[in-house]
């Protein structure tokens, strides 16, 4: 296992590049989030198993996502806690090449489009989605619910909250309407999935008149943390939230959204939601991260606040729900972190089974999924 210390920094986002087997991205905030610089790191595995940072820039807020750009193999695209998005090109080391102002609060998660790949989408705590290209200033679109969840929901549980920007001064820490995750479909060059503090997972198509195509309770009624698609079925995604449980979801088999071309029988803003596919539980405190293997369908990731990351086998399909499969699915546990673990990923390269992890702890680790206990 090797590890790297972002020292004075907290760890929020890693992500492996696509086009360098031994280059990770890795977003951080000082002081947890809650106050102060953020610093994006660079990171590169030497032949003899070090690690190295050979170049890394501080920003005036706290970065709380990373993504790589896919039409550029030295460019990086951060979200900040001042609403702002930020193109970092490593052959330019003092400041970012691009530098998007349009959402009004913090922005929480970035995704570059794996199939178009000349956009990509943000999501934030100001309630909205916007996909970006990189050769233009303003957005080309933003995607909003436009629903009033307070008036048709049973009260949201907020038991997690995100960092309070010391830039940004909310009258009321309500997250409801917080877009914590949001991803393109790798199936897709126009899907996009979504999930926000008052339980709903979303998928939208942006090329649609109506781009809300579906929405339903993920968890509860307990906020949603991350999404996301799985890599070779089209139709499956998993969700993660603060009731600690990773869920397994098949579009096809749920029903409902609520715009006025809809004929669906089920609500979508049912105060339970419908049954997942599939449920994975283990952690022991709220899930932050989720994520499917790029190298099999049936293999899944995650990042808890239990300061864990684990590793899953799901086994379930149309034809058999919630298999009784030993450790609920778990097949190992990575529990170096000291603190939250925030952000994990898998590696495109080498044999499949390495991954990344980073948390409030400074600290970056890289381990092998298929040797964990």
Not at 16 to 21: E, I
């Amino acid at each position: 296992m090797l590890s790297f210390r972002t020292a004075g920094y907290n760890g929020y986002g890693v992500q492996y590049s696509p086009y360098f087997d031994n280059k990770l991205a890795v977003a951080t905030s000082a002081n947890y989030g809650l106050v102060g610089n953020g610093r994006l790191f660079i990171l590169g595995i030497e032949p003899n198993g070090s690690i190295g940072n050979p170049i890394s820039w501080e920003t005036q807020d706290g970065l709380f996502d990373v993504a790589w750009s896919e039409i550029h193999e030295n460019q990086v695209v951060a979200a900040s806690g001042d609403g702002s998005i930020k193109i970092f090109d490593i052959t330019v080391p003092n400041f970012p090449v691009m530098n998007y102002r349009e959402h009004t609060k913090e922005v929480f998660s970035v995704n570059w489009n794996l199939v178009d790949k000349s956009n990509f989408v943000s999501a934030s705590w100001d309630g909205t989605m916007k996909i970006w290209s990189p050769q233009r200033q303003e957005s080309l679109l933003t995607l909003s619910p436009k629903v009033d969840y307070t008036t048709k929901t049973s009260p949201v549980a907020q038991t997690a909250k995100p960092p309070l920007s010391h830039q940004q001064q909310h009258q009321q820490l309500n997250t409801t309407n917080c877009i914590y995750n949001a991803s393109f479909s790798p199936h897709s060059p126009s899907t996009i999935i979504s999930c926000n503090g008052s339980s709903h997972v979303q998928v939208w198509d942006i090329r649609s008149p109506h781009p809300l195509q579906l929405d339903y309770i993920a968890h509860g009624g307990l906020e949603a943390l991350s999404c996301d698609w799985n890599k070779y079925k089209s139709t499956i995604v998993a969700s993660a939230g603060t009731d600690k449980s990773i869920r397994v979801w098949d579009l096809r088999m749920i029903t409902g959204i609520d715009h006025p071309n809809s004929n669906s029988p089920m609500p979508a803003y049912h105060t339970i939601g419908p049954t997942p596919l599939n449920q994975l539980l283990g952690h022991e405190f709220a899930v932050r991260k989720v994520l499917w293997s790029p190298h099999s369908g049936q293999e899944l990731m995650s990042a808890s606040y239990d300061m864990t990351c684990r590793v899953w086998n799901d086994q379930s399909n149309e034809r058999a729900r919630f298999l009784n499969t030993p450790n609920g699915g778990c097949t190992g546990v990575m529990g170096r972190h000291k603190e939250f673990a925030i952000g994990c990923d898998y590696s495109l390269w080498g044999e499949p089974g390495w991954a990344a992890s980073t948390g409030w702890d400074e600290m970056v680790y890289i381990w092998d999924s298929k040797r964990l206990a």
